[in-house]
Structures are given as C-alpha cells and as structure tokens.
C-alpha cells in the first residue's frame, strides 16, 4: 500500500502523527496515545477490501500503529467436509459412551423403580450432548461474525467413550479480533451460550428426575456399586428451586450429558493456552499475565484430574506467545468487563471436583 494512501486514512481517522516510515513488511506510524480505541476502529474501516490490516502496539513509551498486509483465506468444501465428518465422529464416541453407560444407567434406575428404554435414552443422551456443544460453537460463530472475524469450523473433538465422549469443539479463526473486547467476546460468548443450554438441560434433567431418600439412594448406590456422585454449584441451585424435596435425584440418561455440560464449561474456562479461558485472559491480563496463569491452570487442570484438557491446553500453548488483536494498546469497555465478571462467576458455578 503506497505511504500516502495509508496516511490519509489514518489521519482522517484521527490519529496524530509524528513519524513514519517504510519497511519491507509494513508502513509504521508512530502515534499519540490518546483515544486510541475508536480512532483504530475507523482505520480498521477505512482499510477494510484493500487487502491491508493496521496493527497498533507499544513500543516501549511509543504507540506504532503498523499497516500491512492481509493474509485471510476463505472457507473452503474441504472444511465443511471435516466439519461434518469431526461432527459425525463425535456423534459415535458419544453413542458408544451411551453404550457403555446404559447397562450402570438401568440397573440405578431399576433399583430406584424406574423402566428404561434404550432407544429413548440413546436418543436423549446423544442430543443432549450435540444441542450444548452446537449452541457453545454458535455463541462464538455469531461473536466472531459481528467482530468481523473470518472462522473455520467448528471441529468436533471425539473424546473416550467411557470417561469422556467428547472434548468439545474447535473453531479456527482465519482472521484476527479487531481489539481486546472482540477478543474476549469472542472467547465468553461460547461458554456463556453453552452454559445456558446446559442450565436449560439441566432444568429438564431435574425436573424428570426420580428422587429417592437419601437412605435408599445409599441403597442403591451400594446394589450397583456406583458411588454418589455431587452436583456443581449451578445444578444445586437448579435443584433447590424446581425440587422441594430433600432426597437424591437420579437424572437418567440426561445425568451425564448434564454433568459433563457444567464440567466441560469449567475446564474450558480455565485461562490458559488456547482454551476460552485463555483467549479471555489474554485480553483482560496482556501477554505477561496471561502467561502466569496460562502456566498456574495447566498444573491446576492435570493436579484436579482433568488430564486430556491439561494435555489440550498445554499443546495449543505451546510455550508461545499469544498473538493478541490486532490493537493490543486499548483497554477493555466497562461492557466487557462487566461480561468477563459473569464470565468468572459462571466458571464458580460450574466447579467440578474430580
């Protein structure tokens, strides 16, 4: 992009300038640091088709604001291939989970008095797992969408059928968050919608659940050598509003699902690596703090149990900086602050031990 052309834009953008020059890679502006937040948004707009992007960073005491060029590539057939392929691949490590579990499933609840059928339980057990996860990947394909960030996916991770039949989904950004609050926003929106679907499951999960006294459910629990298992936080709550009654529910073939919903939404928050939690710390801690707590969440997840997230975490990190947004001067919004406050709030509610 010719020099002049880039200076027209940024100074019409409100930028004052007191140098520039020219590199191989980029036209650097250095910049008055003054409103930086809005004015970076207008040259993000003004250069928006031009095939260029602006990239606003410290430099010591310097602000440089640096044009160059773009690198975005667009969804191709091969992606929705994968999309659907990694879906249906999720969708079988689930059906096998279910496989496993039913025979537990059943005899619980025989013991408590209740007839299972199969096909319904199958059914319930694999929408339940497919609604939550779709919903979690929808909250940050829209974020994404209104942040003018192009994205790849989701990718469904398949897990382990019989400990954990899935480990959630991946969307690829093939463009990069304009400043720190699409950055988080795009990093909450997921888990802030799937914990909601999970609220909603769980809801329903409570509502049809068989409840026991606490004495026969030890009963139970000693016929089938299954261990009581807790609730989070977020279904105890449900559970005192909906159930008036103080006995054990056993939610079926929805328990699961339910469990691992508010157990995926925690792990998933931690701040650390390329995980929700991270993009969310990065933008609301900078680069360094971002990577203390990168490093304290991956030893938190594996010393917890929750191995294959720590293993996730610790490979998406790699040891390597985050790249940020593209302006990683300006702070966050009081907006973002506030949703990033909720953010951690939903973390504690959905406290999984292991």
């Known amino acids: 992009m010719l020099a002049a052309s880039a200076l027209d834009i940024v100074t019409s953008s409100g930028f004052q300038v007191s140098s520039m020059e020219e590199t191989p890679y980029s036209t650097n502006f250095y910049v008055q640091p003054t409103d930086t937040k809005e004015k970076f948004i207008s040259v993000f707009r003004g250069l928006k088709g031009t095939g260029y992007l602006p990239v606003l960073r410290r430099r010591g005491d310097e602000i440089v604001l640096s044009i160059v060029r773009a690198d975005v590539q667009a969804q191709s057939k091969n992606d929705r291939l994968l999309i659907l392929g990694s879906l249906a691949l999720t969708a079988i490590t689930i059906g096998a989970d279910f496989a496993i579990r039913f025979p537990m499933i059943s005899e619980i609840e025989a013991a ?8 319904a339980s199958f059914v319930t057990y694999v929408a339940g797992f497919l609604l939550v996860l779709g919903l979690h990947e929808i909250g940050h394909k829209l974020a994404s969408t209104s942040s003018d ?8 991770i398949p897990g382990i059928p019989g400990v954990y039949p899935t480990l959630g989904a991946v969307i690829l950004q093939r463009g990069i968050p304009k400043n720190r609050d699409d950055l988080a926003n795009i990093g909450l929106s997921g888990p802030l ?5 999970a609220l909603v499951l769980g809801a329903v999960a409570i509502i049809t659940a068989v ?5 026969e459910a030890l009963s139970v629990s000693q016929q089938t050598g299954v261990p009581l298992s807790g609730m989070q936080p977020a279904l105890e709550l449900l559970a005192m509003f909906l159930r008036k009654g103080n006995g054990v529910l056993f939610m079926g073939a929805l328990g699961t699902p339910v469990w691992l919903a508010f157990a995926l939404t925690f792990v998933n928050l931690f701040p650390a690596g390329q995980l929700d939690g991270g993009h ?13 707590v990168t490093v304290v969440s991956i030893i938190a997840l594996f010393a917890a149990g929750f191995w294959l997230m720590g293993i996730l975490a610790l490979l998406t990190w790699g040891f390597r900086d985050h790249p940020g947004p593209l302006d990683d001067v300006s702070g966050l919004s009081l907006s973002t602050k506030v949703m990033v406050a909720i953010t951690a709030l939903v973390f504690l509610l959905c406290f999984t031990g292991f």
């Open 112 to 119: 408590a008095g209740v007839n299972t059928s199969f096909v």
């Open 149 to 156: 960030v192009q994205t790849s996916g989701p990718y469904f």
């Open 193 to 197: 919608l799937g914990f909601l679907a």
């Open 211 to 215: 409840e026991v006294p606490l004495d």
């Open 280 to 292: 969310v710390a990065r933008a609301a801690l900078g680069q360094q703090g971002y990577t203390i």
